[in-house]
């Protein structure tokens, strides 16, 4: 399904007069706005592949219509949105859920749809058909150093098809853990991690990076090996420059808090990159900025704040991508919308005074602090989102857009009602 520009020229004509009010009424009372549009234009967010077919849970999954059969289909869809919103420029794959055998044809693709490939992920948290040990109990941090050196080959293998797409990041999330007390012997399961992350990092090309996830629990309930931030900074740390910390904001235990631990893995030159969604209970993977779009914008401010203090560039000095996916919506009308959810973050901490802010802090001004933040917070920046998206041949309105243009129709016409996406 091709969206041709025409199309989406048509489309925006239609809104044109309402977007320029709108427009208008918000851009004359910002300042430097040339450069905030310029930063949203740049702005890029990574879409998981895993999220373009319906999620399921472990209760049962009900498969949406036209979801993406192949990674050709895949890029295709993240084509799609990048078409839409201009923000959506790169793919995440998960081996062995996406295999590129091609790598030059799904190169060449991807280029077609100006869609890089942005970090891969490895998988030892399921067993695959025909491999020789389980994961049963563990990968990385395995008693069996079999089991282990099966783990370590596979994510050097990652790194080899990732090195061929073009991407520069590999990122790692361990399953590994215990169900009880003293099932595993802590420091031990410690140590074998730091053994096999070794080996992996010592095969990271130059200007790679290892991602670190961590997660509180799930599918273990009694410990997780690498469970929390700190955890996870341990061993970017002893592992050396090329290995940081990577949030996902679903993995904390309840109450958090995020933008904390992201101020500081920003200041120790530690922070990875994000994987936005949201939760109400644990790992719920809900679309971004559904439950609790505040602590979405705190979140920015921080890195905004962190990373002009440290002169990073906000569009590539970190990695940006979603990990949401779930049961009852259509996954690319949910993708556009976590992505705008992150857009109007992003744009939204843009606006914070940090100066003032400062001077509040200074005087120990809470009530002026509060003031600040939420002058930014309250600011409806959904119009100067849709003038970045304009400037760059995006469409004003995407998911209307979409749903005008009958674009789930159209994929299920070409590729079947009944289809069932690799991944989650
Ligand atoms: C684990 C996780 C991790 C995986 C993805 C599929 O909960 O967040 O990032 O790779 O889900
Ligand atoms: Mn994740
Ligand atoms: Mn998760």
New binding site residues.
């Given amino acids: 399904m091709n969206i041709e520009k025409f199309q989406i020229a048509e489309f925006n004509q239609s809104l044109q007069q309402s977007h320029e009010r709108n427009f208008h009424h918000i851009a004359e009372n910002i300042n430097g706005l040339p450069e905030i549009l310029q930063k949203l234009q740049d702005f890029q967010v990574a879409i998981p592949s895993w999220a373009l077919g319906t999620g399921g849970t472990r209760f049962g999954r009900f498969s949406g219509g036209g979801e993406p059969r192949n990674i050709e289909e895949k890029i295709t869809d993240v084509g799609l949105l990048h078409a839409l919103n201009r923000s959506s420029g790169s793919i995440s794959l998960h081996i062995p859920w996406d295999i590129p055998e091609n790598a030059a044809a799904i190169k060449a693709l991807a280029a077609q749809h100006d869609i890089r490939f942005d970090a891969v992920n490895s998988n030892t948290f399921q067993d695959q058909p025909g491999q020789a040990h389980s994961y049963k109990f563990g990968s990385l941090h395995h008693t069996d150093k079999a089991v282990r050196k099966q783990a370590i080959e596979h994510n050097i293998e990652v790194i080899r098809y990732g090195v061929e797409l073009g991407s520069n990041a590999l990122s790692l999330?361990l399953a590994d853990g215990s169900c009880f007390p003293g099932q595993l012997n802590f420091r031990g399961a410690f140590k074998h991690t730091l053994d096999s992350l070794q080996e992996i990092y010592a095969a990271l090309p130059s200007d790679w990076k290892l991602w670190i996830?961590y997660?509180a629990y799930e599918p273990n309930f009694y410990s997780t090996t690498i469970g929390d931030w700190g955890q996870s900074l341990l061993f970017a740390n002893k592992l050396g420059p090329k290995a940081q910390t990577?949030v996902?904001l679903?993995?904390h235990l309840p109450n958090a808090n995020i933008e904390q631990i992201v101020s500081l893995l920003l200041m120790e030159g530690k922070l990875a990159g994000f994987?936005f969604n949201d939760s109400k209970y644990g790992d719920d993977d809900l679309t971004v900025g559904s439950i609790n779009p505040y602590q979405l914008f705190l979140i920015f401010n921080e890195l905004i704040e962190g990373m002009d203090a440290r002169s990073m560039n906000h569009a590539t000095d970190l990695g940006w991508m979603i990990?949401a996916s779930h049961n009852v919506k259509d996954p690319l009308e949910d993708l556009l919308q976590s992505v705008e959810a992150i857009m109007i973050a992003y744009a939204q901490a843009l606006l914070v005074d940090t100066k003032a802010l400062q001077a509040a802090q200074q005087d120990n001004d809470a009530v002026a602090a509060q003031e600040i933040l939420q002058h930014a917070y309250r600011t409806d920046v959904r119009p100067l989102i849709a003038q970045a998206r304009l400037l760059s041949g995006g469409v004003l309105e995407p998911v209307y857009f979409y749903r005008k243009l009958k674009v789930r129709e159209g994929l299920i016409k070409e590729r079947g009602l009944k289809t069932v996406a690799t991944g989650l």
């Fill in positions: 999330w996830e997660k990577l996902d679903g993995h994987h990990d």
